[in-house]
């Protein structure tokens, strides 16, 4: 990474940067957090890698691939046989399991005015600059759905995948790939923390979760037992009751032939 931005620094400064020399590099942790994730990858665009191959006059756009990590990425192309790029999509090539696919095209980064760490502090510009400098691959979350998404489908990457990545500059008019840098380092997507993994030993917790769950335990043994002791004070009421109601029926029955022996 530090190699990198020697080279882009250099770059900035008037030599002359060569694109078969820089691979796509994964976003400056200052510029991007937490990355990867489970289902993205952010990405430096490609500053001054593709100006010693700009003519005057003509139109460019750099185009994205990404294709799993596999024993024949490093070596797949992204070209047909007249240096035209290919059209394969997400879908063509399984999420990118059966060969490379287009995952973006932008215009090519203005390396006059590359983005500024310190622009980042202010609130004001961080959106801007965070649009300038990187891109996120995976960040289209509804593209796959909808029959209607302009542009390029840019879908969730697969976690726990390792991905590499490479850029193409493509002369737009003439719809031919002018120049491409090889393909990225692979780069690898987070996954999931199983549960049988998350240590649940009282000794690893802190002071306070453990006065709040011997809390909670505690005030749960006293919600059972007095449930259970409502449950047996009214068991043992209607007993009593039917009780006295048989003794009173009883009563009643044997005091009726008296009645009848009198008169």
Not at 87 to 106: C, E, H, I, R, V
Not at 125 to 134: A, G
Not at 158 to 186: C, I, N
Request: proline residues 7%.
């Amino acid at each position: 990474m530090q190699d990198h931005w020697v080279v882009l620094a250099l770059c900035w400064l008037g030599q002359l940067c060569v694109a078969q020399n820089l691979r796509p590099q994964i976003a400056n942790p200052k510029f991007a957090t937490n990355n990867p994730t489970l289902t993205t990858i952010a990405l430096e665009k490609p500053f001054c890698v593709f100006d010693g191959s700009l003519s005057p006059g003509s139109s460019y756009a750099v185009y994205l691939y990404a294709m799993v990590d596999t024993a024949s990425a490093i070596s797949s192309s992204v070209t047909d046989n007249s240096s035209k790029p290919l059209n394969t999509t997400f879908q063509d090539t399984n999420g990118g399991q059966l060969g490379p696919y287009k995952a973006a095209l932008f215009s090519v980064p203005n390396c006059a005015s590359p983005p500024k760490i310190a622009d980042v502090i202010n609130m004001k510009k961080v959106s801007d600059v965070l649009k300038q400098y990187l891109f996120r691959m995976g960040d289209d979350v509804t593209c796959l759905y909808d029959p209607n998404f302009p542009g390029v489908c840019n879908p969730p990457l697969a976690e726990d995948t390792t991905y590499r990545f490479k850029y193409l500059l493509v002369d737009v008019v003439a719809g031919l790939v002018k120049e491409q840098t090889p393909w990225s380092d692979p780069m690898k997507t987070k996954r999931i923390k199983q549960s049988s993994t998350i240590d649940t030993w009282p000794g690893r917790r802190s002071g306070g979760m453990i006065v709040i769950t011997s809390i909670l335990s505690t005030l749960m043994f006293f919600l059972v037992v007095g449930f259970l002791a409502s449950i047996f004070f009214t068991v043992a009421a209607s007993g009593e009751a039917s009780t006295e109601t048989r003794h009173e029926s009883q009563t009643t029955q044997q005091g009726a032939p008296r009645s009848q022996d009198s008169s």
